[in-house]
């Protein structure tokens, strides 16, 4: 799958955050966003996942079947083609350790067996415990679990270091490179250095200091 942006622009309250950003990912790239905080990394992760709609310009998929030849994919569809890791775990904090497992796991209909998800993400001692009592360390691995439940081509990640260890950063990072070479799409939003070979970047700086609709 390849993904386009072109001519973006988003908006906070009287803020334009995003303007007139275009780029595009094909099989095995990875984009990194970078800034400091409130100038839209955020927001844009948000907008390519469909949770705010751009005040101007697309988000488009196509399906690449060949260097040469594309077919377009039904957009409407495309959450279901992402990861989407924010800066909540995504976890029931009522549940077990092993009931958000479950959970994830009959949500991507995932054939991985969950112990193994469970040993990976050092989880398995921890399987009958509520999430609730965990560390935040182990609420962030619980959430990013997940990614090992599906196949999903386009992983937008914000921040998902926050809270990990170099152990745990280190599993993210691998988890992340490998999906990148069986053809997967990365987007990352993140303030640390990350080993992974990302083919693009982007900086984001203050938000324009003006009425976004003098400039749109």
Known sequence: MELRVKNLHLRRGNRLLIKDLSFKLRPGESLQLSGPNGVGKTTLIRAI???ITPN???IATAKV????????VDD???HEKIHYIGHKNGIRTSLTVLE??????NFYTSKTPLGKIAQ????KNLLHIPAGYL???????????????SKRPLWLLDEPTVSLDQISVKLIVDEANQHLQNGGLLIAATHIPLEIPFTQSIKLSQPIDQEWEALI
């Open 49 to 51: 996942a469909g949770f």
């Open 56 to 58: 101007k310009g697309h």
């Open 65 to 72: 079947t060949h260097p040469e030849q594309e077919q377009s």
């Open 76 to 78: 409407q569809l495309l």
């Open 100 to 105: 958000n497992l479950e959970f994830w796991a």
């Open 120 to 123: 990976k993400y050092s989880l």
């Open 135 to 149: 560390s935040q360390g182990q609420k962030r691995r619980l959430g990013l679990s997940r990614l090992s439940m």
